[in-house]
């Protein structure tokens, strides 16, 4: 069974930093693109970051410069460095990997459960 499980979400004051990770487990075949999305309450889901496996990576305006993805120290994990946030960056955080399953043979988008992230004023 493959899944994806975020880590690192919090509370902090406005101006600081926070690093969320996200690792997936089970039987993978590959990984080829790594994502970080956020919902806030009554908000559709965005798009925060995309990380393709040759390093190309996308920010959506209103992070860029701010937050940071990267493939993370382990095999099949991504972070998401966040600095100097903002209120309006508070959200659950999801993870999304576009990953291939040994058990079906099949790429597909999954998902993790989420973490929230809450910045103060």
């Known amino acids: 069974q493959v899944q994806l499980v975020e880590s690192g979400g919090g509370s902090v004051q406005a101006g600081e930093s926070l690093s969320l990770s996200c690792a997936a487990s089970?039987?993978?075949?590959?990984?080829?693109?790594r994502c970080w999305y956020r919902q806030a309450p009554g908000k559709e889901r965005e798009l925060v970051a995309r990380?393709?496996?040759?390093?190309?990576?996308y920010y959506r305006s209103s992070v860029k410069d701010r937050f940071t993805i990267a493939a993370g120290d382990a095999a099949n994990t991504v972070t998401l460095q966040m600095n100097r946030l903002t209120p309006e960056d508070t959200a659950v955080y999801y993870c999304?990997?576009?990953?291939?399953?040994?058990?079906?043979?099949?790429?597909?988008?999954?998902w993790g459960q989420g973490t929230q992230v809450t910045v103060t004023s």
């Open positions: 999304n990997f576009f990953m291939k399953s040994r058990e079906f043979d099949t790429w597909n988008d999954y």
């Open positions: 089970g039987s993978i075949f590959g990984v080829n693109m």
């Open positions: 990380l393709w496996n040759e390093g190309k990576t």
